[in-house]
């Protein structure tokens, strides 16, 4: 059974506030806490991530970066450049366009999550309700997470993508790194 993940983000989120006066030499090395890192937006930090360069400049080019640097916090789940190089050429630059916008809009909503959600609140997260969760996300629709012979899948079916290694805070959220698009309806 899926649970959604609101009530558990914030437990975790005060959790987090506690443990960031502690040692942070007991840290997950890969994932530092977003309140260290504070200096640069998701729009900024997007930005800085080679691995996800096509989604930066899908959103640079549609005028969609004022959401990555407003004041709300979110959690990021970018599709790898690989994955955008699965897209037909001609799907792929109309996403860049003005005309091609409301589509980058849906897929951008489908992989972005309410609140700054660090790899080890989503690893806890996991843990503590059977290896699945939902995160609210800005669409419609929950993001399903969950783990699967060991990896991080987003959304459901067996082709689902997977978490990579590369979790990158932001002064407001989190960025993921993922191998592939979260299909619509999740």
Do not use: W
């Not at 897209?87 to 005309?99: I, R």
């Not at 978490?163 to 002064?171: E, I, M, Q």
């Amino acid at each position: 059974m899926k649970k959604t993940f609101a009530p558990t983000l914030a437990v975790l989120a005060v959790a987090l506030t506690l443990c960031a006066c502690g040692d942070a030499d007991t840290a997950d090395a890969s994932v530092t806490s977003t309140q260290e890192a504070g200096d640069a937006s998701l729009n900024a930090t997007v930005a800085k991530i080679d691995e996800v360069s096509t989604a930066y400049n899908l959103i640079e080019k549609a005028g969609l970066k004022d959401p990555f640097d407003g004041a709300g916090a979110y959690t990021v789940f970018l599709p790898d450049n690989q994955a955008f190089a699965k897209l037909p050429k001609e799907d792929l630059e109309l996403l860049g366009t003005e005309e091609g916008r409301p589509e980058l809009i849906a897929i951008l909503r489908r992989h972005i999550a309410v609140g700054a959600i660090t790899r080890e609140d989503l690893e806890a997260a996991l843990d503590a309700n059977g290896g699945s969760i939902q995160l609210a996300s800005v669409a419609d629709q929950p993001i399903d997470i969950r783990r699967v012979d060991g990896e991080v899948r987003i959304g459901s079916g067996d082709d689902a993508p997977k978490l990579t290694k590369l979790a990158v805070p932001a002064s407001n959220g989190v960025v993921y790194v993922i191998d592939g698009m979260i299909p619509p309806g999740n």
